[in-house]
Antibody, heavy 116, light 106 residues
Framework: QVQLQESGPGLVKPSQTLSLTCTVS?????????WNWIRQTAGKGLEWLGRIYTTGSPNYNPSLKSRVTISVDRSKNQFSLKLNSVTAEDTAVYYC?????????WGRGTTVTVSS | DIQMTQSPSSVTASVGDRVTITCRAS??????LAWYQQKPGKAPKLLIY???SLQNGVPSRFSGSGSGTDFTLTIDSLQPEDFATYYCQQATSFPYTFGQGTKLEI
């Protein structure tokens, strides 16, 4: 059974880059899914950040104004999120999720706080 | 962006009740809609996809309907484990967007 696990720093300073990794276990990333990042805040609810196909181009949420980059490392069965120039508004629980048209497998989520 | 509006924002019900949650899209999305259940401290869980298809392992008391702009999630004979927050999500165009959530409380 496929499982996803997010990892990365829980605290990031304002203006720096938030970097998270999602590790896929129990299955290969080369099996034709899209791999997504979503975040959740009390104020804005669930917000889709973007996705990547294992062999294709990423798709991003335009609201992030080119601050976001998603990449994949199939050799490690991982995909990653980078969010530049963070502010307090980027404080959230970040989830990674597998998408087979719909997001059917989610990681447990990781809390990232932006603060000096 | 396609706006997803859920109603009500919260609903109080009892074990054994039938509950219906509505989701409206700001433009037509055919049947490209999913429903998720989220419990405190947990990730969302896919319940319904393509507006009315039950995800594997989800109890049959959950059902979805609708097409175009108006959708419903119905839970028949509420069980204690169903008390959670429910979200709809459109998957027809980028950026994917979610409803604001409906909290189902005892």
């Amino acid at each position: 059974q496929v499982q996803l696990q997010e990892s990365g720093p829980g605290l990031v300073k304002p203006s720096q880059t938030l970097s998270l990794t999602c590790t896929v276990s129990g299955g290969s990333m080369s099996s034709g899914f899209h791999w997504n990042w979503i975040r959740q805040t009390a104020g804005k609810g669930l917000e889709w950040l973007g996705r990547i196909y294992t062999t294709g181009s990423p798709n991003y949420n335009p609201s992030l104004k080119s601050r976001v980059t998603i990449s994949v490392d199939r050799s490690k069965n991982q995909f990653s999120l980078k969010l530049n120039s963070v502010t307090a508004e980027d404080t959230a629980v970040y989830y990674c999720a597998r998408q087979n048209i719909y997001m059917d497998v989610w990681g447990r989520g990781t809390t990232v706080t932006v603060s000096s | 962006d396609i706006q997803m509006t859920q109603s009500p924002s919260s609903v109080t019900a009892s074990v054994g009740d039938r509950v219906t949650i509505t989701c409206r899209a700001s433009q037509g999305i055919n049947n490209w809609l999913a429903w998720y259940q989220q419990k405190p401290g947990k990730a969302p869980k896919l319940l319904i996809y393509a507006a009315s298809s039950l995800q594997n392992g989800v109890p049959s008391r959950f059902s979805g309907s609708g097409s175009g702009t108006d959708f419903t999630l119905t839970i028949d004979s509420l069980q204690p484990e169903d008390f959670a927050t429910y979200y709809c999500q459109q998957a027809t165009s980028f950026p994917y967007t979610f409803g604001q959530g409906t909290k189902l409380e005892i």
